[in-house]
Structures are given as C-alpha cells and as structure tokens.
C-alpha cells in the first residue's frame, strides 16, 4: 500500500527583512525616548574664555545655584549648610568626584565662597565653574 | 569574423545590503557622539586647613569689589587688561601666587572673568581668599 508523502511543509522564517524591522524597532525607541527633562535649575551660565571640556561624565555631581542663592543637588533643594554631608557622601562613593558648579552669574559670592567652604569642609577639592564660551 | 559578445555587466547597485550598511553607520554614530559635553574652568580648591604663610614677594593681591572692578596690586585695572598684566608679573616670578578676594556682593561673573582672564594667562597657583 502505497501512500502518497504529504508535502513536505517548509518551516523557515524569511529573514531578509530582519534588519529592516530591527532598524524601525530601533528608530521607534530612539523616538519614544525621552531624556531627563528636569535637571537642576534655570540658570545663565557665566561667560568665559579659556574654557575646557570635562574629560568623563561619570564623576561629575552638579550642584546648581540658582540666581537668589537657591542650591540644587540632584533635584533636590539643598540648604547652604547641608551641602557638605551631601557632598561628603558622594565623595565618599566616589574619590575622583568633580563637583560641576553651575551657578548663574548673578549670584552673589557669599554663597559661592560658603559653598567652597562646604566643599572643602567635604574634601571635594575639583571643582569645575561651568561656563560658556564669551564672544566679546 | 564572428565575435563574441561580451557578458553585460549589470549596472546596478546591490541594495540588499544596503539596510545592514544604514544599520552599522547608525550604530556607529550613536557609540561616537556625545550629548553636550561638559565645558566649564577647571579649579582645584585648597585642601582643608591648607593655611600656610607664603613669602609676600610672591603673592598677588587681586581684589573684586561688588561692581565687578579689580584691583590688583593696589592698583585699579580693567577687568580685561588683567591677563596682560598676570602674564607680566609671572614673567617676573614664575612663582607669584594670585590671591583672588571677593567681597560679600560681588557677582559670580565679575570673580569667573578674574578666575578665567588669570587661566589665560597661565597663572597655576591661584588661591582664593575668604570674603570678607
């Protein structure tokens, strides 16, 4: 008795188009992401000249210091002197930390010269100003 | 005579790589660009209880009062000039020391374009006196 073999069913998924759906995968992610928004404070940043990039982000803390004397730490409003404890401890976690200093160019120094105080009080010794590049 | 005809050469771009190619350049340019990098004056701040007597000879008075004039060495300059006049003076003594004082008021610009103009001038030893 002879039988007749059922076709064979050909189990194989086209991948010629894989790139194509990852590529659109990756191009819907890259547009339905969205970085932080909120970071920090609104501030004018100082003008300056001889300005120099911060080789790594890693070890970089922002502290932001708004144009009343407002301190941000990460989000979150810092008083004058509590930003020593914050900072030590971010030291503590991390030794090669640069503290980005952010603060807007109407800023008194007092609070700029507490906040060297608290720094130096928390042993966190690299400081960047950041600023932006003058035009005049 | 009977020549033979050469085999066309088909003058079309293979494009079925071409997504793999648009993928890898992708890929490539999303590992090498950075977001906004950092820019700013880098500054290392004098370690706690770093107080020490320096010569007088060697150190440079710089004083920023609350509308943003400089006075150096008792004596008034543009807050412009003052690179020139840094560079002057290290000429002089390659060990002079910028002592950068504020007052209370001062605004963060006036003190970033003293800070700055003095980095331009490739002052090292800068310290920062406390406000008085």
């Known amino acids: ?26 191009i819907f992610f890259m547009m ?35 144009r009343d004397g407002v301190i941000s730490i990460d989000d979150k409003l810092v008083k004058i002197g509590d930003v020593s404890k914050v900072m030590y401890s971010k030291r503590v976690a991390d030794p090669q930390l640069i503290v980005s200093l952010r603060a807007d160019r109407n800023v008194q120094m007092g609070v700029i010269s507490s906040i060297h105080n608290e720094l130096r009080e928390a042993d966190a010794l690299r400081v960047n100003y950041s600023a932006i590049t003058a035009n005049y | 005579m009977l020549v033979k005809k050469r085999y066309r050469i088909s003058g079309e771009i293979p494009s079925s790589s071409m997504a793999d190619i648009a993928f890898l350049l992708l890929i490539f ?88 103009q003095l980095k331009l001038a490739n002052a090292t030893r800068i310290s920062i006196a406390d406000s008085e």
């Open chain 1, 1 to 26: 008795m002879a039988i007749k073999k059922k076709t064979k069913l050909k189990a194989i998924i086209p991948t010629a188009s894989m790139p194509d759906i990852i590529f659109m995968l990756l």
């Open chain 1, 32 to 66: 339905t992401t969205t970085m932080r928004q909120v970071e920090g404070l609104k501030v004018l940043l100082p003008q300056a000249k001889k300005i120099e990039k911060v080789e790594t982000k890693r070890h970089i803390s922002y502290i932001y210091v708004g």
């Open chain 2, 29 to 116: 340019f999303l590992l090498v660009s950075t977001i906004d990098p950092d820019k700013g004056i880098g500054f290392v701040l004098p370690g706690k209880g770093g107080e020490f007597k320096v010569n007088p000879k060697n150190i440079t008075n710089v004083l920023v009062n609350a509308a943003g004039q400089v006075l150096m060495n008792d004596k008034e300059i543009p807050p412009h000039e003052i690179h020139r006049e840094a560079a002057r003076l290290l000429a002089e003594n390659p060990l002079m020391i910028f002592s950068v004082q504020t007052a209370e008021n001062t605004k963060y610009q006036d003190y970033i374009t003293v800070i700055d």
